[in-house]
């Protein structure tokens, strides 16, 4: 599972590694879109609570599955999601404001209407639980991420078999 803020690299990173074990990827935001729309629609005719509860049914969806799993960055501030992966490898993907700043500068994202202000805002909320839930971290910032997919790829082999997208469960 791979969680953290947004534009954080979660989407490319999980298709990344996902790659690189053979096995599925699956994006939260995506499911949510192939079922309901595109995510600043849904924010504007349904608002966030909705997004919210669609959002946790499609987390539901991926966690049965065996893959990498990105989740959306607010994904984790729903408890009932926050305790389903308390029992999973989770990594923790992050990045400085500086160098999100040039990736959401023209983003579509709805909760970041207010920039890198808005940005640092809702990290500041969520890093807590972000950091209560993850097993390792990795930063985005200047780093390669094929670099960063290798080594999330190679700690994911350490794990047990059970743990691992891919093995039996």
Same mark, same amino acid.
């Given at each position: 599972?791979?969680?953290?803020?947004?534009?954080?690299?979660?989407?490319?990173?999980?298709?990344?590694?996902?790659?690189?074990?053979?096995?599925?990827?699956?994006?939260?935001?995506?499911?949510?879109?192939? #079922?309901?729309?595109?995510?600043?629609?849904?924010?504007? #005719?349904?608002?966030?609570?909705?997004?919210?509860? /669609?959002?946790? #049914?499609?987390?539901?969806?991926?966690?049965?599955?065996? $893959?990498?799993?990105?989740?959306?960055?607010?994904?984790?501030?729903?408890?009932?999601?926050?305790? $389903?992966?308390?029992?999973?490898?989770?990594?923790?993907? *992050?990045?400085?404001?500086?160098?999100?700043?040039?990736?959401?500068?023209?983003?579509?994202?709805?909760?970041?209407?207010?920039?890198?202000?808005?940005? *640092?805002?809702?990290?500041?909320?969520?890093?807590?639980?972000? #950091?209560?839930?993850?097993?390792?971290? /990795?930063?985005?910032?200047?780093?390669?991420?094929?670099?960063?997919?290798?080594?999330?790829?190679? /700690?994911?082999?350490?794990?047990?078999?059970?743990?691992?997208?891919?093995?039996?469960?």
């Amino acid at each position: 599972m791979l969680i953290g803020p947004p534009a954080a690299g979660k989407t490319r990173l999980g298709k990344r590694v996902a790659r690189i074990l053979s096995v599925p990827f699956l994006d939260t935001d995506t499911l949510i879109e192939a #079922e309901h729309g595109a995510i600043p629609e849904i924010f504007a #005719e349904h608002g966030e609570p909705v997004f919210r509860r /669609w959002e946790a #049914e499609a987390v539901d969806s991926a966690l049965a599955q065996r $893959a990498v799993v990105a989740l959306g960055g607010g994904a984790v501030m729903t408890p009932k999601t926050a305790e $389903a992966l308390r029992a999973l490898p989770v990594v923790l993907l *992050t990045i400085s404001p500086e160098a999100v700043a040039a990736r959401i500068e023209n983003a579509k994202r709805p909760l970041l209407t207010g920039g890198i202000d808005r940005w *640092t805002e809702l990290v500041a909320t969520r890093m807590p639980v972000y #950091e209560s839930l993850a097993t390792v971290r /990795w930063d985005t910032s200047r780093r390669p991420l094929s670099q960063i997919a290798e080594e999330i790829a190679t /700690w994911v082999r350490t794990l047990p078999v059970h743990e691992s997208p891919g093995g039996p469960s």
